[in-house]
């Protein structure tokens, strides 16, 4: 009878208290469930040898949710990611998000600070006020302005005529009562011949054109320069975004797993795990905004003022432009680099010409007047006043310039192999930044078109079957999460596409602060002069 009366206690406890447990497992399953989920692959297990991983066993499943429009997700747009609502109230004594306080497992959050509190105090400022600003600061349009000036002021001096000499001369001078000699002025001027003056000068002169396209490939460079810079800054204010909102994502998690674990459904290694990710979103977070300060730093060297304060930027980050199949070829063979390398070797050439010109002989010619003071006649009378003529050209017998032609012949032969170089280098560079930019965009389109909007519906999905407690918190929590993840290598993936859709728009040109007429490969050498 005893045996009986122990059984028949036991089923009516069953029959009592499984119904109480099944309500609580709709909403917040524990650890034996299926819909338990294991913590982020990123996030290191707190204690040696702890797993997430869990048994899985059979829920009640609940009615289907009504299928939602599949929508496009609009890069950014977190607006059904609300902030997960515990299941039970907070438990008392213990303290919010920010408010350092700790935990039953006896983590300490330490908030960290906003590196950007002053940039967001400032307005934020587009493309066109920095493209405004590297105009009239960027000192390496006054370097490439400065060669232009200095070669046509040495093409002008080079076609200039030799100053005439003038000076005295005196010649049989002697005093006494014979009193004699020659004694007067004189006027000599040297007078180049065969075109030397012109030659020189048009050497001088193909040496400006080439300076005069660098000095406008300069702009552009900086412009490209500004325009890259402007991107992945503002990149990197997109990612302070995201990681602010997964940094949210990650406090709100820790809260509701203590609050859980106060009341027995969450167990130590989930606590423990959430607030490792909260404290790595915040690190993360620190990360993305000191990038930020850095991309700005940049930003502000290349516009011409280092200390220009740090502030956000208004700017489109996914009108991407589309470029042309041809886009290769055209940036190569419309760079300006190309095109002074080859006005270069114009201008070698002309140097050739200018050095041959050279060993042409210059003529001397002298004039004046005298005064001859040797006697006529026993009464001393004197010469008198006579003139002086004199002229002489030099002979070509064993200086004919023969060096200075042979040195010239030899530059013009590393300019014409400098334009072969360059070709070639740009051409190579030009198919890379190709390639990288079709890159980018596929990915980024897959992104914007397909993973999002997917990822986005199974967050709308989520949040609708946690409403109806038909899906567990830590489900819906990495939904949120996974969203936040995929918007973040689409920001990476514009910024890619940014960058080089600007560098194949722009010649292939790069380092606004490098110096005048460096190739590309050269930003970091000084340039051949």
């Known amino acids: ?7 028949y206690q036991f089923a009516l406890a069953a029959v009592v208290l499984l119904p109480l447990s ?51 997700l609009a890069d950014g747009d977190t607006s059904t990611a609300t902030r997960p609502v515990p299941a039970v109230p907070m438990p008392s004594g213990s303290q919010g998000e920010g408010g350092g306080a700790k935990g039953d497992s006896g983590f300490s959050e330490r908030p960290m600070p906003d590196l950007l509190a002053d940039a967001k105090a400032r307005d934020r400022r587009p493309l066109q006020w920095f493209t ?18 200095r070669l046509r002021a040495e093409a002008k001096q080079a076609a200039l005529w030799q100053n005439p000499e003038i000076g005295y001369e005196a010649d049989h001078v002697r005093g006494g009562s014979y009193a004699g ?76 797993l203590h609050q859980y674990a106060n009341v027995g459904q969450a167990d130590a290694p989930d606590v423990l795990g959430s607030e490792i990710e909260r404290e790595q979103a915040q690190l993360e977070l620190a990360a993305a905004q000191r990038s930020y300060r850095k991309a700005f730093a940049l930003l502000a060297a290349v516009s011409g003022d280092a200390n220009l304060p740090v502030s956000l930027l208004e700017g489109d980050l996914e009108g991407v432009p589309v470029l042309p199949d041809d886009s290769a070829q055209s940036a190569a063979a419309g760079s300006p680099m190309l095109q002074a390398a080859q006005q270069q070797a114009v201008a070698r050439a002309a140097a050739i010409r200018s050095e041959r010109a050279q060993a042409w002989p210059q003529l001397t010619l002298k004039a004046g007047l005298q005064q001859d003071n040797e006697p006529l006649d026993p009464s001393l009378r004197r010469v008198g006043v006579v003139g002086i003529a004199q002229a002489g050209i030099t002979l070509p ?39 990288d930019y079709a890159n980018a965009m596929t990915q980024a389109q897959r992104y914007r078109e397909d993973l999002l909007p997917r990822a986005q519906r199974s967050v709308e999905l989520y949040d609708a079957k946690y409403a109806a407690m038909a899906a567990a918190y830590p489900q819906r929590v990495a939904a949120h999460r996974m969203v936040l993840q995929l918007q973040l290598e689409y920001t990476q993936q514009l910024a890619a596409a940014w960058r080089s859709a600007v560098v194949l728009q722009h010649g292939l040109l790069q380092d606004g602060l490098s110096a005048p007429g460096t190739m590309p490969s050269e930003a970091n050498s000084a340039p051949d002069r």
């Open 1 to 7: 009878m005893r045996t009986k009366a122990i059984a």
């Open 132 to 149: 405004d600003q590297a105009a009239r600061n960027n000192p390496t349009l006054r370097e490439a302005e400065a060669q232009v000036r």
């Open 181 to 256: 000699g020659e004694q007067g002025g004189y006027v000599q001027q040297t007078i180049p011949l065969a075109g030397q003056r012109s030659s020189a000068r048009a050497a001088i002169d193909a040496q400006a054109r080439a300076a005069e396209i660098v000095s406008a490939g300069q702009a552009r460079r900086v412009e490209s320069a500004v325009q890259q810079a402007f991107y992945a800054a503002l990149a990197a204010e997109r990612e302070v975004e995201l990681r602010e909102q997964v940094a949210e994502l990650a406090a709100d998690n820790a809260v509701a």
């Open 397 to 435: 017998l064993w200086n004919r310039n023969q060096g200075a032609v042979a040195a010239a012949a030899a530059r013009q032969s590393v300019a014409q192999a400098e334009v072969a170089r360059a070709q070639l280098m740009l051409r190579m560079q030009a198919e890379q930044a190709v390639q």
């Open 22 to 72: 099944a309500v609580a497992q709709m909403h917040m399953p524990m650890p034996d469930s299926p819909e338990h989920a294991k913590p982020s692959p990123a996030v290191a297990s707190p204690v040696p040898g702890a797993s997430s991983a869990r048994k899985r066993s059979q829920a009640p499943r609940r009615e289907a949710v009504p299928e939602m429009p599949f929508g496009r």
